[in-house]
């Protein structure tokens, strides 16, 4: 990977990284604008200064945009949920997997390299 596309890279992490921004752009990946309220109910614990800042960093960097029936994804911000959906595919199994290690007696599960991260997980 050439170093201009490691900076890329890396400038979309972090704003991905910030708090609840995945979760806004998973919440209008469905393709219906939803209005403040309704985004902060789908989001889940986020709280209203919280998402103010979040949704004008999204519009900042072109991914999320506002219009008069509410906010909805960008061209760009729809083509980042598409890729999003293998991450929908493997959490299920990854999940899945984490439950299976974390049931197993310690000297088994000493065997596996995940053996530090087993601990069930509740699927939200």
Do not use: C
């Amino acid at each position: 990977m050439r170093a201009k596309d490691r900076i890329a890279v890396i400038q979309l992490f972090d704003l991905l990284e910030a708090r609840y921004a995945l979760r806004v752009i998973w919440a209008l990946s469905d393709g219906h604008p939803q209005t403040f309220r309704l985004l902060q109910d789908s989001v889940g614990g986020v709280t209203p200064n919280t998402l103010n800042t979040r949704l004008k960093q999204l519009r900042a960097a072109r991914l999320v945009d506002h219009g008069g029936d509410g906010y909805r994804l960008t061209s760009q911000g729809t083509d980042l949920a598409r890729r999003l959906v293998e991450v929908q595919q493997f959490a299920p199994k990854w999940v899945q997997r984490q439950n299976r290690l974390a049931a197993l007696p310690r000297s088994a599960a000493s065997d596996s390299s995940l053996q530090s991260t087993a601990q069930p997980l509740s699927a939200a």
